[in-house]
């Protein structure tokens, strides 16, 4: 199925009232996912559920990266959204356990530590897909605070 758009507009000359037709491009959808954290003592258990694609014959490993780093924020920044550092060493790749209907990605991250003392932190997790020619791009991003 294709979405096509027009413009139709009630009040206007006769035989203008409705624009070219104009094909909207693809957009693929995000996967469903579902993160959650278990903070403890210093760290903290990230998981990540949802869907996922296990490969095929060409590359029978392949499945989607996903890794959460810790991230603080630099007090000398303003704006709130702009003031996020991720903290050096801090991000942990992700394992993947489970189905392609049921796919569980868990891993660990040290909550302590960063250059700013006990400024603000968060967990910030990015699901990757790598293309042909070892090009990736983002399809999953989320943020919890800490």
């Known amino acids: 199925m294709r979405l096509a758009l027009v413009r139709y507009q009630p009040d206007s000359l006769d035989g203008c009232s409705v624009s070219k037709v104009v094909q909207a491009p693809m957009v693929q959808l995000s996967p469903e996912r579902r993160t959650t954290l278990v903070r403890g003592s210093g760290r903290a258990t990230v998981s ?3 869907p996922a694609y296990t490969g095929n ?39 993947a356990t489970g189905s392609s209907t049921q796919t569980t990605w868990t891993g660990t991250v040290a909550t302590t530590g960063g250059p700013y003392g006990n400024a603000p932190r968060r967990v910030c997790v990015t699901e990757t897909e790598q293309h042909q020619g070892g090009v990736g791009r983002v399809v999953y991003l989320d943020v919890l605070a800490l």
């Open 48 to 50: 990540v559920t949802g």
């Open 57 to 95: 014959s060409a590359q029978p490993t392949a499945r989607p990266s996903i890794r959460a780093a810790v991230e603080q924020a630099n007090p000398a920044v303003p704006d709130p959204h702009l003031r996020w550092e991720e903290i050096i060493g801090s991000a942990v790749g992700l394992s």
